[in-house]
């Protein structure tokens, strides 16, 4: 019996240690319960917290991007509002500058500037009278002005933002002078295949025997006239025959080494232009000389026929052109704004000063680098920061003074 009671009162003990174990793991798992759910309600509530700051933020943000919108729009009409009024006054400002003639032109007794000075040998009385009246009367032929400008074509845009290009008055081919200095000139058949063309592909490359100096060449009846000044000697007016690739004429002008024809062209050493007279050059004898100069050339012989001040300025330009015989210079600004012309020259002395074109170019990219007339096609040929643009121009009869 007391064997029997001492296996009983020992089961007993061991169930009870049994159950306080148990007790004891369950009241663990239970605790670990609820604190993984107050961790989760925690979770729960920051990130309600959370999205609601997120929608706030939302909110505001759309708010804002509104209030962008609106003061964008707001801005934009208030730009183009300020576009139109800049227009009106722009026009208004050329109303009235059109109003003020440019300067008059100078009297022939103030244009021929001493023949002497460029190394000729003094001719009689006589002979001069003579010589005078004979170039008088043949550069007298001319008639015509320009009115205005009739069209713009911006043709392509290759090559450096300065350079020049042109097309001889007796033939279709055209020329391509890319940048202010080189040995190489690109020839196109005709306008048409140079706007086809990409970039200076298709072309006929010409090597020159020198380097041609600034956008100042001029091309005519299979010839190209080309300023050099690669030493420390005088500048040089270089006549090369396109069709057997040598040089025919070279003419020597007592010019100042690195002087500036046009100031907003510095590289523009001295500049050919053709019309229907033949060959002008636009020239400088001084960088301390305020006023262009301008010369007539024999296009056989490249000598000098006649020089002429034309009163002017050499300040502000950067290009001018020859048509008929007077002379149209063409000024800007630094800050590139629209190039116009304001002072304009007629070697024959006969336009009058009411009728002296003040022309304004429309609006382009930046400045003229070179402006090229072409006297059958009554074209102006034009570099514009690497842009080709073709000036179709209007012409009237000079009104006789």
């Known amino acids: ?27 663990y798992l239970e605790n670990r319960l609820l604190a993984i759910e107050d961790r989760m309600q925690l979770w729960h509530e920051q990130a309600h917290q959370y999205r609601t700051e997120m929608l706030d933020f939302k909110k505001l943000t759309s708010e804002a991007m509104t209030g962008i919108k609106n003061d964008h729009s707001m801005m934009f009409k208030d730009l183009k509002g300020a576009s139109a009024r800049m227009d009106l006054v722009e026009r208004e400002m050329d109303y ?27 001719r009689d009385e006589v002979e001069e009278e003579e010589d005078w009246e004979e170039l008088q009367s043949r550069v007298s032929d001319c008639m015509e002005i320009i009115s205005g400008i009739r069209s713009v074509k911006i043709l392509k845009r290759i090559g450096s933002p300065k350079g020049m290009w042109t097309r001889d008055p007796k033939s279709s081919k055209l020329y391509v002078f890319n940048g202010t200095s080189g040995d190489t000139v690109y020839e196109f058949q005709s306008v048409l295949d140079f706007s086809r063309s990409l970039g200076v592909a298709g072309s006929r490359m010409i090597h020159l025997p020198s380097k041609w100096t600034g956008p100042g060449s001029a091309v005519y009846n299979g010839y190209l006239y080309y300023i050099n000044q690669e030493t420390d000697t005088d500048v040089q007016v270089v006549k090369f025959d396109l069709v057997s690739g040598s040089v025919t004429e070279i003419a ?27 060959l002008w050059l636009l020239f400088t004898p001084t960088d301390s000389e305020p006023n262009i100069s301008l010369a007539k050339m024999d296009t056989s012989t490249l000598d000098i026929e006649q020089i002429w001040d034309t009163r002017c300025p050499r300040g502000n330009a950067e290009a001018a052109f020859v048509v008929c015989g007077t002379v149209y210079v063409v000024y800007n600004t630094r800050m590139a704004s629209r190039s116009r012309v304001q002072c304009v020259f007629d070697v024959n002395d006969m336009m009058l000063t009411e009728e002296a074109p003040l022309l304004y170019f429309p609006r382009r990219y930046g400045a003229h680098a070179s402006l090229k007339y072409n006297p059958e096609e009554n074209q102006l040929y034009g570099w514009d ?11 009237k009869t000079k009104l006789l003074a």
Do not use: H
């Open 96 to 122: 009235v500058e059109t109003q003020n003639s440019p300067r008059a032109c100078a009297t022939k007794a103030e244009k021929v500037l001493e023949q002497e000075a460029w190394g000729l040998q003094e």
């Open 385 to 395: 920061d690497g842009y080709q643009i073709i000036y179709r121009l209007t012409i």
């Open 252 to 278: 020597m002008f007592p010019m100042e080494r690195n002087t500036i024809l046009y100031t907003l062209n510095p590289e523009t050493v001295a500049d050919l232009a053709v019309d229907d007279e033949g």
């Open 1 to 27: 019996m007391k064997l029997l009671f001492v296996l009983f009162v020992s089961c007993a003990w061991t169930l009870i240690g049994a159950q306080n174990y148990y007790q004891a793991l369950m009241d």
